[in-house]
């Protein structure tokens, strides 16, 4: 990390936060129709941490300065979180939800910061990863660029990890008006967690919970089974 970087004062360092729909830490994904592909995932401050304090104090000073060097003036962001909250890249967990309206598994009660890699959209990148030794996983100008199944298995959804990620403000009715959003630059994971809803990853090890089979089949009826499915069938109209 450059001496710039670590004295960016829109730069927050995060200890210990959960990761979240991390699918496209692996490979790009579009968050809307025609949208550019692009590696991000959200950022899960948990309240139980003993670092949510320090965490929310990181991110809410480097919001302010983001504010500060958008608009001179550092409050404004809180304006904007009044009439637009999906305008500003951190929010509380209750207001996450899917299509029937229900909050995620494992987001109330938190802080969320959901972000993407740097590049924005002309020249999207994936963030540097570092497993828990911190080893590079990602990270092309240390010649490290590991499979996307490797990076998932070391940035599940679920997994802990400590992050650098900075807050930067936008402005104008061609980018959708003011805002404040967030890149993330550097991922550590610390590889502990249970894995959330929609992050598990099947390895041949789930196969030995199935008990074998008998491989005679001589004993089915063919024509019972036939019927079976016919009936089964029906069910669905």
């Known amino acids: 990390m450059t001496d710039e ?10 200890k210990n936060v959960r990761l979240s729909f991390t699918d496209s830490l692996g490979e790009a994904k579009a968050t809307v129709k025609n949208g550019v592909p692009k590696h991000g995932c959200n950022l899960l401050l948990e309240p139980s941490t003993p670092e949510f304090e320090a965490n929310k104090k990181a991110v809410l ?9 958008t608009w001179g003036k550092p409050d404004k962001w809180k304006k904007i979180l009044e009439d637009d909250p999906k305008r500003i890249q951190y929010r509380k967990g209750e207001k996450f939800t899917n299509a029937d309206d229900e909050v995620y598994t494992g987001y109330a009660g938190c802080m969320v910061v959901p972000g993407y890699g740097p590049g924005g959209t002309k ?3 994936r963030p540097a990863i570092m497993d828990r030794k911190k080893n590079w996983v ?6 490290a660029e590991a499979s996307n199944s490797k990076i998932l298995d070391v940035c599940y959804s679920g997994c802990y990890a400590d992050v650098k990620v900075e807050f930067y403000g936008v402005t104008g009715a061609d980018n959708g008006g003011d805002g404040i959003f967030s890149t993330i630059h550097l991922i550590r994971s610390r590889q502990t967690g249970d894995r959330m809803a929609g992050g598990y990853r099947i390895s041949d090890e789930d196969a030995d919970d199935f008990d074998d089979l008998n491989d005679d089949l001589d004993d089915l009826d063919d024509g019972d089974t036939a019927s079976g499915g016919s009936d089964d069938d029906d069910l669905f109209g």
């Open 5 to 14: 970087k670590k004295k960016n004062p829109r730069i927050a360092t995060l």
């Open 123 to 125: 020249n999207p990148k």
């Open 138 to 143: 990602w990270n092309p100008d240390k010649g």
């Open 61 to 69: 000073a480097a919001i302010t300065a983001a504010s500060e060097e």
